[in-house]
């Protein structure tokens, strides 16, 4: 069924159809509306599981940790300060092997207060062990959270599913809401280990010795690594069952392009334009999309840019002190690389300013034009 409607409903949608049997939550704008519809649900029987009504955030992935070891398929959501107060507990949640997914609505992190768009929130917990899929669209958000339970309950890994703040918390898009029936048949009844049992409460987190720690990050390492096939593996599966997939990546027009732009999640659709725009007066440029930050797909991006000499990352966020999250990662990614790459970074649409189609058409005629790569970002901003 077509419905019109934002991506928080969208992905309370997702959460009711995947049958989550606990959703503990504490609301945060912009968050807020999937808090909302689940809890709407919950009141006329429809979520079909327990809605649990936190103190903060932290209580909130604290309870979806221990139903998780219970053996309970879990959901929460949150954004901004409320993912940073949970800080402390997605260790626990990931070094526990607990598959919890977790919508994060990018916001701005204070100071100075905002509201708006940002990847900073979700960016700064790249190292908490968690699974990150951005999301470029309404739809995308609806699918990647039915496709998250099915990664996470396999590799036993937390799995964190990005949207980005107002621009699709809140725009309104057709989205296409599969029936009941077929998201049971894709995802089945969840079977992940009990380590936890109400009736005899005895687990406790251990307290091991050096070399034992070091064992248990080689081992949330490799399974790291397991979840790359497995994204693929359970995206394959969804495109035989919905009819569309996402992959960990996507690209186009990278055979003979002069440059590829490199995005992710909202700003790709403003780049779709403004290089289909470009094509049309003769310029080769192609477009990479980043979809899986974590665990970061090096190996697919190398098969993919070794082709290309020149690229240019986009991207809404800044790690203060060093340049775009997204192009750092990238850079490390092609190090190794016998092919030489020129790789520009860019950053706009910091705190939710707007990036139009102008703006990447001047990103992309800089990028062509430079003779050499800066160390730092290079600001972009509307109207400039």
């Not at 705190?351 to 189609?357: H, K, T």
Request: aromatic residues 8%.
């Amino acid at each position: 069924m077509r419905k019109f409607q934002t991506g928080n409903h969208a992905v309370a949608e997702a959460v009711r159809l995947c049958r989550t049997q606990m959703v503990a939550a504490y609301p945060i704008t912009p968050q807020t509306p999937i808090y909302e519809r689940l809890s709407e649900w919950e009141a006329t029987g429809e979520l079909g599981g327990v809605m649990m009504r936190t103190e903060s955030e932290h209580s909130a992935m604290a309870a979806c940790l221990a139903a998780s070891l219970a053996g309970v398929r879990t959901f929460t959501a949150t954004s901004s300060q409320g993912l940073a107060l949970m800080h402390e507990m997605l260790h626990f949640a990931s070094g526990c092997r607990a598959p919890v997914v977790m919508v994060n609505v990018n916001r701005t992190l204070a100071g100075p207060w905002a509201f708006w768009s940002d990847q900073t929130d979700s960016l700064a917990q790249r190292d908490t062990g968690w699974i990150q899929i951005y999301c470029e669209n309404n739809q995308e958000a609806l699918d990647s959270v039915i496709q998250a339970f099915r990664i996470a309950e396999k590799v036993l890994l937390p799995c964190m599913v990005v949207i980005e703040g107002h621009f699709i918390s809140h725009f309104m898009e057709p989205v296409e809401v599969p029936e009941q029936g077929l998201v049971d048949r894709f995802l089945p009844p969840v079977d992940i280990p009990r380590r936890f049992d109400p009736d005899k409460p005895g687990y406790a987190v251990p307290t091991v010795t050096q070399k034992q720690f070091m064992e248990y990050r080689r081992l949330g390492q490799e399974a790291m690594e397991y979840a790359l096939e497995v994204v693929e593996e359970v995206d394959r599966e969804f495109v035989e069952v919905f009819g569309r997939g996402y992959g960990l990546i996507e690209a186009e027009g990278i055979d003979g392009a002069d440059l590829v732009l490199v995005t992710t999640a909202t700003v790709t659709s403003t780049a779709r334009v403004a290089l289909a725009r470009l094509r049309e007066k003769g310029y080769r440029i192609g477009l990479l999309k980043i979809r899986v930050f974590r665990p970061f797909p090096a190996r697919v991006l190398r098969d993919v840019l070794d082709r290309v000499s020149r690229i240019a990352v986009i991207e809404r966020n800044i790690s203060l002190g060093r340049e775009g999250i997204f192009c750092s990662e990238l850079k490390a990614a092609l190090i190794n690389s016998p092919f030489p790459h020129q790789v520009q970074g860019y950053v706009a649409g910091i705190g939710g300013s707007n990036v139009d189609p102008e703006l990447i058409e001047r990103v992309v005629m800089d990028a062509l034009e430079r003779k050499e790569a800066t160390d730092g970002p290079i600001w972009m901003a509307e109207g400039e």
